[in-house]
């Protein structure tokens, strides 16, 4: 019996996106990042326009993401 | 202040594991976790992988417990920050929650590494400070969340191991189960 659970947004309406993106991640970080070809990321776009959605979700509800301080390592932001 | 710390080996090699990790919601273990999105994902100049992710739980929480909190909203979220290096094979991961912080912090940080002594199987370390706040009780209320932090640790493993395994069965690799 195949199993298949999907994950939601936090964003009611950024479901399809994310589940879009998602796919086109986790095919690029196992086909390519994990054997570390450095060739470009093809879900750039797809992440834009989920971001999009994410962050606008995350002004409606109000949900406190700036200003936290986490115990990992110190680092400036990296390039993209 | 409390410090919890426990280390966990899974069967299986690195690349596998933190494949399963990457995609770890959902999975039956973890019903609470409601919403999972990407904030931010960035390649460092040392070719790591960093993905800030935001986590929405859902307790369902009695009645009694939201009127002593004070508030009618049981959504809970957490923040975590994974970086992957593929060249060093090294996972990390911290996580804090960011809301009910004027009660409790948690702060949790995971490792996942290939054994020192086996190649082929992979070594989690995970550890926590748990901080309850502005409360007498508060050595006695860390001390229960340690014991919770141990119970939902195995519950993690487990959840792990059920991805891994759902997609070994099904002969799909993990990037093709969606």
Same mark, same amino acid.
């Given at each position: 019996?195949?199993?298949? /659970? #999907?994950?939601?947004?936090? !964003?009611?309406? =950024? %479901?399809?996106?994310?589940?879009? *993106?998602?796919? @086109?991640?986790?095919?690029?970080?196992?086909?390519?990042? /994990? #054997?570390?070809?450095?060739? !470009?990321?093809? =879900? %750039?776009?797809?992440?834009?326009? *989920?971001?999009? @959605?994410?962050?606008?979700?995350?002004?409606?509800?109000?949900?406190?993401?700036?200003?936290?301080?986490?115990?990992?390592?110190?680092?400036?932001?990296?390039?993209? | 202040?409390?410090?919890?710390?426990?280390?966990?080996?899974?069967?299986?090699?690195?690349?596998?594991?933190?494949?399963?990790?990457?995609?770890?919601?959902?999975?039956?273990?973890?019903?609470?976790?409601?919403?999972?999105?990407?904030?931010?994902?960035?390649?460092?100049?040392?070719?790591?992988?960093?993905?800030?992710?935001?986590?929405?739980?859902?307790?369902?929480?009695?009645?009694?417990?939201?009127?002593?909190?004070?508030?009618?909203?049981?959504?809970?979220?957490?923040?975590?920050?994974?970086?992957?290096?593929?060249?060093?094979?090294?996972?990390?991961?911290?996580?804090?929650?960011?809301?009910?912080?004027?009660?409790?912090?948690?702060?949790?940080?995971?490792?996942?590494?290939?054994?020192?002594?086996?190649?082929?199987?992979?070594?989690?370390?995970?550890?926590?400070?748990?901080?309850?706040?502005?409360?007498?009780?508060?050595?006695?209320?860390?001390?229960?969340?340690?014991?919770?932090?141990?119970?939902?640790?195995?519950?993690?493993?487990?959840?792990?191991?059920?991805?891994?395994?759902?997609?070994?069965?099904?002969?799909?690799?993990?990037?093709?189960?969606?």
């Amino acid at each position: 019996m195949l199993i298949v /659970l #999907k994950m939601n947004s936090v !964003g009611e309406d =950024c %479901t399809d996106l994310k589940r879009e *993106y998602d796919q @086109c991640f986790n095919r690029w970080f196992a086909e390519k990042f /994990l #054997k570390e070809d450095r060739s !470009g990321d093809p =879900c %750039t776009e797809m992440f834009k326009k *989920y971001q999009h @959605c994410v962050q606008k979700a995350i002004k409606e509800k109000n949900i406190p993401i700036d200003g936290v301080e986490f115990m990992g390592p110190n680092k400036e932001k990296p390039d993209s | 202040m409390k410090i919890w710390s426990t280390e966990h080996v899974f069967s299986y090699p690195w690349e596998t594991v933190i494949k399963a990790a990457m995609r770890k919601y959902p999975n039956p273990m973890n019903p609470n976790v409601v919403g999972v999105d990407v904030l931010d994902r960035n390649l460092d100049t040392d070719g790591r992988l960093h993905s800030h992710r935001l986590l929405s739980t859902e307790w369902g929480l009695p009645g009694i417990v939201r009127a002593i909190l004070g508030t009618g909203h049981t959504r809970t979220y957490v923040k975590e920050h994974s970086i992957v290096d593929p060249e060093e094979k090294k996972m990390e991961l911290y996580s804090t929650n960011i809301t009910l912080t004027n009660l409790v912090s948690v702060d949790e940080r995971l490792v996942y590494r290939p054994h020192p002594d086996n190649p082929e199987v992979t070594v989690l370390t995970q550890e926590a400070i748990i901080t309850v706040k502005g409360v007498s009780l508060s050595s006695y209320l860390e001390g229960m969340m340690a014991l919770r932090m141990s119970a939902n640790a195995r519950k993690g493993w487990d959840a792990i191991e059920w991805i891994i395994q759902n997609s070994e069965r099904e002969n799909v690799p993990l990037c093709e189960l969606y």
